[in-house]
């Protein structure tokens, strides 16, 4: 799923956002703030600072649109990004319409994703009843299979494919509760195809049975009330760090598109994953053994 698909911001939030983020991380690109980049084994900040807080809510609402990918391997493709830019920048500037301040923005923006992130973990880990955790294991454990079996015995299918890529693993409850949902009506619309798939009896039913479970248990217990503002703040700050990437990789992806090996640093992990999925799958047809095991389906995220 790209960007674009998810969300358009206007133009005028990205002008207005540039007087901030950008002009900073220009004059200063190499540094961070100490939220994001904790020394090695040091803590890191669960809370967002008030500055960080109205930088975010500066943005257009458009911005808090569900996440589609992982905040850890989303951070980690930036960190590529800002070293392809080291040594590539001056010929994505020379040759694209790449903007040196989104480029600079790149360390500033990943850095408020990491505040962010760390503050939606300070409240998404608080500690749950014993009747939460019981079926949040269950409901984990079937999400778990669920996507196992939909890659398996739908692979090839590309709608069930994006669909499936776009429930991302490793989140908090409220995210689970949709997950199941999600989850519950991919197994309905295939029941067919999964008849042999390792999933509990009716397991569309009970996803959404979990579903209802955990999302009326963590009604009632209301923590936090701010916490759905939290993992909005932490939305908004994961789609201003990705349009800053898409610019990027879509000036990479031009400028270097005819030469394979830099092209590959410009693909989001995702699309890296499935790249390589279409050649194992091209070189199969030349293979005659007959117990050879298919290529497996490689996840966009891990």
């Given at each position: 799923?790209?960007?674009?698909?998810?969300?358009?911001?206007?133009?005028?939030?990205?002008?207005?956002?540039?007087?901030?983020?950008?002009?900073?991380?220009?004059?200063?690109?190499?540094?961070?703030?100490?939220?994001?980049?904790?020394?090695?084994?040091?803590?890191?900040?669960?809370?967002?600072?008030?500055a960080?807080?109205?930088?975010l809510?500066?943005?257009?609402p458009?911005?808090?649109?569900?996440i589609?990918?992982?905040?850890?391997?989303?951070?980690?493709?930036?960190?590529?990004?800002e070293?392809?830019?080291?040594?590539?920048g001056?010929?994505?500037?020379?040759?694209s319409?790449?903007?040196?301040?989104v480029?600079?923005?790149?360390?500033?923006?990943?850095?408020?994703?990491?505040?962010?992130?760390?503050a939606?973990?300070?409240?998404?880990?608080?500690?749950l009843?014993?009747?939460?955790?019981?079926?949040?294991?269950d409901?984990?454990?079937?999400?778990?299979?669920?996507i196992a079996a939909?890659?398996?015995?739908?692979a090839?299918?590309?709608?069930?494919?994006?669909?499936?890529?776009?429930?991302?693993?490793?989140t908090?409850?409220?995210?689970?509760?949709s997950?199941?949902?999600?989850?519950?009506?991919?197994?309905?619309?295939?029941?067919?195809?999964?008849?042999?798939?390792?999933?509990?009896?009716?397991?569309?039913?009970?996803?959404?049975?979990?579903?209802?479970?955990?999302?009326?248990?963590l009604?009632?217990?209301?923590?936090?009330?701010e916490?759905?503002?939290v993992?909005?703040?932490r939305?908004?700050?994961?789609?201003?760090l990705?349009?800053a990437?898409?610019?990027?990789?879509?000036?990479?992806?031009?400028?270097?598109?005819?030469?394979?090996?830099?092209?590959?640093?410009f693909?989001?992990?995702?699309?890296?994953?499935?790249?390589?999925?279409?050649?194992?799958?091209?070189?199969?047809?030349?293979?005659?053994d007959?117990?050879a095991?298919?290529?497996?389906?490689?996840?966009?995220?891990?």
């Amino acid at each position: 799923m790209t960007r674009a698909a998810v969300l358009s911001p206007p133009m005028a939030s990205e002008k207005k956002k540039k007087s901030r983020t950008e002009t900073a991380s220009a004059t200063d690109a190499p540094s961070e703030t100490p939220a994001a980049e904790p020394p090695r084994g040091g803590k890191k900040k669960s809370a967002l600072t008030a500055a960080q807080r109205q930088e975010l809510l500066e943005l257009d609402p458009a911005y808090e649109a569900p996440i589609d990918h992982p905040v850890a391997t989303t951070l980690q493709e930036a960190r590529e990004l800002e070293a392809a830019l080291s040594k590539l920048g001056k010929e994505l500037y020379k040759k694209s319409r790449l903007s040196k301040d989104v480029a600079a923005s790149l360390p500033a923006r990943r850095a408020l994703l990491d505040a962010a992130e760390s503050a939606w973990t300070a409240v998404r880990t608080l500690p749950l009843s014993s009747d939460l955790r019981a079926q949040r294991k269950d409901a984990e454990a079937l999400k778990r299979d669920a996507i196992a079996a939909l890659r398996y015995f739908l692979a090839g299918d590309e709608d069930v494919e994006r669909r499936v890529d776009a429930i991302v693993l490793g989140t908090g409850v409220a995210d689970l509760v949709s997950d199941l949902n999600q989850l519950g009506e991919l197994l309905e619309q295939h029941r067919a195809q999964l008849a042999r798939a390792d999933l509990p009896k009716n397991a569309p039913k009970r996803a959404r049975e979990l579903a209802e479970a955990l999302g009326s248990g963590l009604a009632e217990r209301a923590v936090d009330p701010e916490g759905g503002a939290v993992m909005a703040l932490r939305n908004r700050a994961f789609w201003w760090l990705r349009e800053a990437m898409d610019e990027i990789r879509d000036a990479g992806r031009y400028v270097y598109r005819d030469e394979r090996k830099v092209l590959a640093l410009f693909r989001a992990s995702g699309a890296r994953a499935r790249a390589r999925q279409r050649t194992v799958k091209r070189v199969e047809p030349a293979t005659t053994d007959s117990n050879a095991t298919p290529a497996a389906h490689v996840p966009e995220s891990t």
